[in-house]
């Protein structure tokens, strides 16, 4: 098998997600949840609207790249580079999050002790707590997949890979019709589709189109459209207290763009030589997604300099969260990662020192 290219591309789409759900959070649906006073400027608001999107594109970036993760690793190495990867920023984020909510009392933020611990192991939800932070929601999204991929692992099924995505996207069409909670929380059935997308344009990029990967593109494409369509106008009459997210037509416009810039991505037409931006928007997004959020509403609220622009303390207050995000990646981060890495699969090193296929410059990301 030819050498896996390294996609800086992927690096670059990441970043561009994180800013879109950051522009969702600041610009828009903090307004909608009573979270942010300050309205937000009539022609920011309806793209920024359009920002939850960014979660969809981080989905399929996260099928594309776990499947690469996957292919010719053991199990214990898959579980040793995801929990390094995931944890230590994340241990950061729950307790830097909590600490701002409860220095700032709050009581739309406030937490309990019990909330963080539960919050610790990303799956709180497990055992009905709420997030410490609601952007949270995706990374236990995320981890369930790679439960998912790790079972697919242990039992050597990635030869057969497309039957089971086939069976994937059947659960997500029943859930489609009627929606089952337990299929959504255990099986990621809503979600299906996006990692779904991304494993296909993977395994294309390597092994070339065939009639039954084109199909099951098709079938992931209608089912997030169905979604992406059904959310939309759920936003758009205001059932169930929904967000507005952008007209359906919008949301379908966007969509259909991701699948046009993957399809550009693995035909080679579009590419990305490294560069500090590209290797920043890689390194930054997660801790960056992880800290944006509930610290950030409570800063933009903070008293004191309300008299400022609103969208000049956003910029300021984004500004001051990368700051602490490459804080975090520095001196946490990357130490932190590469002791949990030795220390749950011990023997990589070796497994490893003969292996020259060039790898993917950054690790896939959760948010």
Not at 42 to 52: F, V
Not at 233 to 245: D, I, T, Y
Request: glycine content about 8%; aromatic content about 14%; some cysteine.
């Amino acid at each position: 098998m030819n050498a896996v290219p390294r996609f800086h591309q992927i690096d670059f789409l990441r970043g561009l997600a994180c800013l879109s759900v950051l522009a969702f959070h600041f610009l828009h649906r903090g307004q909608q949840g009573g979270w942010l006073l300050d309205p937000t400027l009539p022609w920011l608001q309806p793209l920024a609207e359009l920002g939850h999107l960014g979660v969809h594109l981080f989905f399929m970036i996260s099928g594309f790249v776990i499947l690469m993760t996957a292919e010719g690793a053991t199990v214990r190495g898959f579980i040793a580079s995801r929990v390094s990867r995931l944890y230590p920023a994340f241990w950061v984020g729950v307790l830097l999050t909590a600490a701002v909510a409860w220095w700032s009392g709050r009581e739309a933020f406030a937490v309990t002790p019990v909330q963080v611990l539960a919050n610790l192991t990303m799956v709180p939800h497990w055992v009905h707590v709420e997030f410490v932070d609601g952007a949270y929601w995706s990374l236990a999204v995320e981890l369930q997949f790679y439960l998912l991929v790790i079972m697919l692992l242990h039992f050597g099924q990635l030869r057969r890979l497309e039957w089971w995505i086939a069976a994937w996207l059947l659960v997500s069409s029943v859930n489609a019709v009627r929606p089952v909670y337990s299929l959504e929380l255990w099986l990621d059935a809503r979600w299906a589709p996006l990692f779904v997308a991304g494993m296909l344009y993977y395994r294309i990029s390597r092994r070339g189109w065939t009639g039954a990967r084109v199909l099951l593109l098709l079938w992931a494409f209608g089912l997030t459209l169905w979604y992406g369509w059904t959310a939309a106008e759920a936003g758009k009459l205001g059932q169930n207290g929904a967000v507005s997210l952008g007209t359906p037509v919008q949301v379908a416009l966007c969509l259909l763009l991701f699948q046009g810039v993957f399809l550009l991505v693995i035909s080679g037409r579009w590419t990305m030589r490294a560069s500090p931006l590209v290797y920043w928007f890689g390194a930054l997004t997660y801790p960056v997604y992880l800290l944006h959020q509930n610290i950030g509403y409570i800063a933009l609220m903070a008293p004191g300099w309300q008299h400022i622009d609103f969208h000049l303390r956003v910029v300021l207050v984004v500004g001051a969260v990368v700051v602490v995000s490459w804080m975090v990646n520095r001196w946490v981060e990357r130490p932190l990662s590469r002791w949990l890495r030795a220390a749950i699969d011990p023997v990589a090193r070796t497994r490893t020192s003969g292996h020259t296929t060039p790898k993917l410059q950054a690790e896939p990301v959760s948010r």
